[in-house]
């Protein structure tokens, strides 16, 4: 059974521009959510996705953006890129919410931002 | 305010020996504890998920332990091994949702 598959791994962007990463979670899981991890601050919570919809949004900016489609696939998006955008980007899935779940990590997704 | 603190920051040990992490949380209510390893690079991967009534939990040579009184967690490797060299999180579900986690506990085990 695959695991969480996240793509691109590697990606360095300029300043201002835009990125979008993607993550495919596992076989049936239909709960989706993303983490930005820097060195100094951990694991920071971005978003949750349940069929499609957003059930939890953490305290990022409106540049932080994502959705989830029909299969559970799901994308984020960061506009006008900063420095500080530079991080660890995790995308996780479980079957669904329930605090019971175990939650699966992907490998992550680094960004340089330049 | 970070609710959940992890100490010590960071370790390192010889390869063989023993180590406790600890894990404190403010986190209200409380609906389970989980610890996760992630190697350099590498996504966090589930060592042990524990509720409000267990104690113990063990993962081969790895032993996690709960102290829903006090809101305290350990995670104890024995014999440690070269590939135990990560980072070790503990995350708190508070029950709606938001997990809170931890920075972490950078472990370095050397020959």
């Known amino acids: 059974k695959a695991g969480v598959t996240q793509t691109p791994r590697y990606l360095i962007k300029t300043r201002g521009q835009q990125v979008t990463l993607s993550c495919s979670p596992i076989s049936g899981h239909r709960s989706v959510s993303w983490y930005q991890q820097t060195p100094g601050q951990g694991l920071q919570f971005l978003f949750e996705?349940?069929?499609?919809?957003?059930?939890n949004k953490g305290n990022f900016p409106g540049r932080f953006s994502g959705r989830q489609f029909s299969n559970s696939r799901s994308e984020m998006n960061v506009s006008t890129l900063e420095l500080g955008d530079s991080a660890l980007y995790l995308c996780?899935?479980?079957?669904?919410?329930?605090?019971?779940?175990?939650?699966?990590f992907g490998e992550g997704s680094w960004l340089t931002v330049v | 305010k970070n609710q959940v603190e992890q100490s010590p920051q960071s370790l390192i040990i010889l390869e063989g020996k023993n180590c406790t992490l600890q894990?404190?949380?403010?986190?209200?209510?409380?609906?389970?504890l989980r610890w996760y390893k992630q190697d350099t690079g590498r996504g966090p991967v589930s060592l042990t998920i524990?509720?409000?009534?267990?104690n113990t939990k063990s993962n081969g040579r790895y032993t996690a332990t709960l102290d829903a009184d006090t809101k305290q967690s350990s995670l104890h490797i024995t014999a440690s091994q070269l590939s135990d060299s990560a980072s070790y999180i503990c995350?708190?579900?508070?029950?709606?949702?938001?997990?809170?986690f931890g920075k972490g506990n950078q472990v370095v085990v050397i020959p």
């Open positions: 996705y349940f069929s499609e919809t957003q059930r």
């Open positions: 524990m509720t409000f009534s267990e």
């Open positions: 995350v708190v579900s508070p029950g709606n949702n938001r997990l809170a």
């Open positions: 894990c404190n949380y403010t986190v209200s209510p409380f609906s389970n």
């Open positions: 996780a899935s479980s079957l669904s919410p329930g605090t019971g779940n175990t939650i699966y």
